[in-house]
Structure formats: structure tokens, C-alpha cells
């Protein structure tokens, strides 16, 4: 794990116990019901205007969806995501047959393996080392994100079963938000509908990435076996599993479902110790099994595997 431990993670560092157990509970898709708006009506046109895809809009939107809603890269952080829309769309055969070009912007994958944190500061303080065209193109995309959000996402609250479950635990976890998301969103989000009453801490993008949170605010200070990941996204079950902490999956599509059965039976045996093993990998293959590891289009290359970028 990183040494360079941003500084408004320090409260994640100084965080101490009041429970026996710890609940990182994610926010968008996970805990509240905005992730499809904000990706619909915030992210998708956002693409389409800060880079230039007007000219393969329809492609650009499914292309986008898939990355952030439908396969396996779902969750993924927003520059991410934003690199493997563009990887995808230079490999999509319908995007060459229209004679549309994407550049490959060099910057855009410098930032990313730079060692800048992967957040709305870590793109400034880049484009302040490496200024570029691209680079204040990359903060007016971001900016812009941000603003659509601002503007449009109101009143997503959390899915139905989310409060009863965050209720169950209160007596006996430690519950934290652990997201990508900015800590301003999540702050104005959470506290509207009611929900940030139950959490300890609520983590943003500014304070590293999910597995840095739970390592900063959990690992160590309590046993392995008692810490526990609740998120929709593969970045969410690769965390858990980079951690060495428990994860269960909140299943797109399925969400109510899924608080019921954490409520109901999963926070029992995870108070329990019964858990980890068979329990939890019934969960995750069934969740696996939703999304898909495949574009649904022919590419240039003929490759239509897709890969879970590297994550700091």
C-alpha cells in the first residue's frame, strides 16, 4: 500500500474503534441510488463534449455505459473509466468505418501512471508539473462533471433496505462510506437523505482510492475476519480482496434484494464468524456472473476480452 498517504486521509489514519466490527459501505450504485443518473445525464455528455465525440455520439453513449454500468469495469475511478472509454472506442469497428480517429492522448495515461492521486487536486497539481493542451482539457472534463452533477443529481436517495441495514449495524460496526466519489458530492448526498448519522467517517476520492481507506481506517485495528466491504463494482471486490477483508456484493439491478439478504442473513453470519468461505463465494460467483467480461461489438483489433485496469 502507498506510503504517500494523502492528507485528508489523515483522518482515516487517526480513526480509532468504537465497535468490534467495520462496515466500508460504497456510495453510488452501492448505497444510493445515483449512479445511473449521474452516468445517464452527467458523465455520458460530458464525454461526448470535452472530447470530441459528437461525431460517433451513439457509439460514445453505449460504449460509455458498458464501461461504467454494465461489465466488469463498472465503478471503475472516473479517469479510469475515462481511458478505457477511449482505448474501447479506438478499437470499435464502427468507429473506424465512420473515419472518426480518437487521439490517443499520451497525457491522459502519463497522469494516470503518475504518482498524483486520481482525484480532481491530483489532476491539477499534473497539469501544473506537465501543462498540456490535453491536460487542461482533461481539468475542463472533470470540472464539467462535476458541475453537471451539481446541477443535476438531486434528491437519489438510497435504495430501498439501505437505512434498515445501516440501522442493524449500528449497534455492533463501525460503518464508513468508502467511495471515488468527490467528498463534497458525498457530504451534501449522504447528509440530505439522513444516512451519514450512522457513519464514523465518510471517505472520498481526496483521501486515496477504497482499499486505501479501509487500510488506513481499518487494517490493524481490528481482525481481518471482523472487516468488511459492501459495493457493487469489481473495484469493490478487488479492494476487499487486495486488503485481505471481507466483501459482499450488492447486486446491480437487484439492489433492494440485496440489502434485505445483507439485513436479514449476511450481517448475522458476519457477526458470527460464519461468513468468509463457502458463504461469501456464493455471493461473489453469483455476482461475477452478472457482468459481462466481453464488448458486445466487433473491434478493429478482433480482441473483445476486456481487462480490469491497474488500480493504485
Same mark, same amino acid.
Given at each position: 500500500m502507498t506510503e504517500n498517504i494523502?492528507?485528508?486521509?489523515?483522518?482515516?489514519?487517526?480513526?480509532?474503534?468504537?465497535?468490534?466490527?467495520? #462496515?466500508?459501505?460504497? !456510495?453510488?450504485?452501492?448505497?444510493?441510488?445515483?449512479? &445511473?443518473?449521474?452516468?445517464? @445525464?452527467?458523465?455520458?455528455? #460530458?464525454?461526448i463534449k470535452g472530447w470530441d465525440l459528437q461525431p460517433v455520439s451513439t457509439l460514445a453513449r453505449e460504449t460509455a455505459l458498458f464501461v461504467n454500468l454494465g461489465s466488469i469495469?463498472?465503478?471503475?475511478?472516473?479517469?479510469? #473509466?475515462?481511458?478505457?472509454?477511449?482505448?474501447?472506442?479506438? &478499437?470499435?469497428? @464502427?468507429?473506424a468505418e465512420r473515419g472518426v480517429t480518437i487521439p490517443d492522448y499520451p497525457e491522459l495515461t502519463q497522469f494516470i501512471e503518475s504518482d498524483h492521486?486520481?482525484?480532481?487536486?491530483?489532476?491539477? =497539481?499534473? =497539469?501544473?508539473?506537465?501543462?498540456?493542451?490535453?491536460? @487542461?482539457r482533461m481539468i475542463a472534463w472533470g470540472n464539467d462533471?462535476? #458541475?453537471?452533477?451539481?446541477?443535476?443529481?438531486?434528491?437519489?436517495?438510497?435504495?430501498?433496505?439501505?437505512?434498515?441495514?445501516?440501522? =442493524?449495524?449500528? &449497534?455492533?460496526? &463501525?460503518?464508513?462510506?468508502?467511495?471515488?466519489?468527490?467528498l463534497e458530492a458525498l457530504n451534501r448526498e449522504w447528509n440530505e437523505h439522513g444516512i451519514a448519522q450512522y457513519m464514523q467517517v465518510i471517505a472520498g476520492q481526496e483521501m486515496g482510492s477504497k482499499a486505501e481507506h479501509v487500510q488506513y481506517a481499518a487494517k490493524g485495528k481490528y481482525p481481518d475476519d471482523h472487516i468488511l466491504l459492501i459495493g457493487d463494482a469489481p473495484g469493490d471486490r478487488d479492494a476487499a480482496s487486495k486488503v485481505?477483508?471481507?466483501?459482499?456484493?450488492?447486486?446491480?439491478?437487484? @439492489?433492494?434484494? !440485496?440489502?434485505?439478504?445483507?439485513?436479514?442473513?449476511?450481517?448475522?453470519?458476519?457477526?458470527?464468524?460464519t461468513y468468509a468461505g463457502a458463504y461469501q463465494q456464493q455471493l461473489i460467483d453469483e455476482y461475477n456472473a452478472k457482468l459481462p467480461d466481453e464488448v458486445p461489438w466487433e473491434t478493429v483489433s478482433g480482441n473483445r476480452k476486456v481487462s480490469m485496469p491497474r488500480v493504485k
Open positions: 494523502p492528507a485528508a486521509a489523515q483522518v482515516l489514519v487517526d480513526f480509532k474503534p468504537t465497535k468490534d466490527f467495520f #462496515a466500508g459501505i460504497d !456510495s453510488d450504485g452501492c448505497a444510493m441510488d445515483a449512479m &445511473d443518473i449521474k452516468h445517464l @445525464e452527467c458523465f455520458t455528455p #460530458a464525454y469495469t463498472r465503478g471503475l475511478n472516473r479517469w479510469l #473509466a475515462l481511458r478505457q472509454l477511449l482505448d474501447l472506442l479506438r &478499437d470499435r469497428a @464502427e468507429v492521486p486520481l482525484s480532481d487536486k491530483g489532476v491539477a =497539481a499534473f =497539469a501544473k508539473e506537465h501543462p498540456s493542451e490535453t491536460a @487542461e462533471v462535476n #458541475a453537471r452533477i451539481a446541477d443535476m443529481v438531486h434528491g437519489c436517495g438510497p435504495f430501498p433496505g439501505v437505512r434498515e441495514a445501516m440501522q =442493524a449495524m449500528h &449497534d455492533s460496526v &463501525d460503518e464508513m462510506t468508502v467511495s471515488a466519489t468527490p485481505d477483508c471481507l466483501f459482499y456484493p450488492i447486486l446491480p439491478g437487484q @439492489e433492494k434484494h !440485496s440489502w434485505e439478504r445483507f439485513k436479514d442473513e449476511a450481517l448475522a453470519r458476519f457477526l458470527d464468524g
